[in-house]
């Protein structure tokens, strides 16, 4: 078993063995660039192998119109950070539904591309299922106490930057992205919050950092 196998299964084992039946969510959160997808992706097989019904969301899927992420200008990261998702959607649509033990959720309301509504839904839900949701900003304090279990992923600054720019461009490295997320540091410290902090420097072999905070 690969490093990446292994600790995907440790991180299966352990959300299931702390929540062992019923309605149970997961986020992924990290910097832009962490790999948060690409990682949460690879739980859901591995959750699936324990049979467990798994519902894949992203925060992507709930952003706001452009007129309001862009509302305190197109450099603003303030506005990066407060206004780019629309989160009394993601919890009226998904995470109270879900969490309630409906059989029917909202995973995507909102397409930032075209700037439209575009809705996805996730059907035939169990009694017992996971709810896999990655994102930036998952543990800011609107949302801390959703989850039964989170994951921060942490990356050096030059690896975020080498992944943007590969995967969007070099106008994913404005100061917006990176400036956004350091109000999201001072203000909810994610890496604290976080239950399992993972090292994702190399995805291919990630490694779990075991923080001490006494």
Known sequence: ???????LADIADEVLAQNPSGRRMLAVDGVDGAGKTTFADALEPVLQ?????????????????RADRYARGRDSAEGYYRDSFDLEALRTLLIEPFRSGAEEVVVTAFDHASDAPAERRATGIPRDA??????????RPELRGLWH????L???????????AARDGAGS???????????????????RAAAIIIDNNDAAHPRRDFADFC
């Open 49 to 65: 192998d324990r049979g467990v019904h798994v519902v894949r969301a992203s925060i992507d899927g709930f952003h706001r119109p």
């Open 130 to 139: 996971v709810l896999v949701i990655d994102g930036v900003f998952l543990h």
């Open 173 to 191: 490295l404005a100061p917006r992205y990176s400036d956004g997320q350091a109000i999201y540091a001072r203000e909810a410290n994610p890496r």
């Open 1 to 7: 078993m690969t490093d990446r196998a292994a600790l």
């Open 149 to 152: 279990s989170s994951v921060w």
């Open 154 to 164: 942490e990356v050096d600054d030059a690896v975020r930057d080498a992944r943007l």
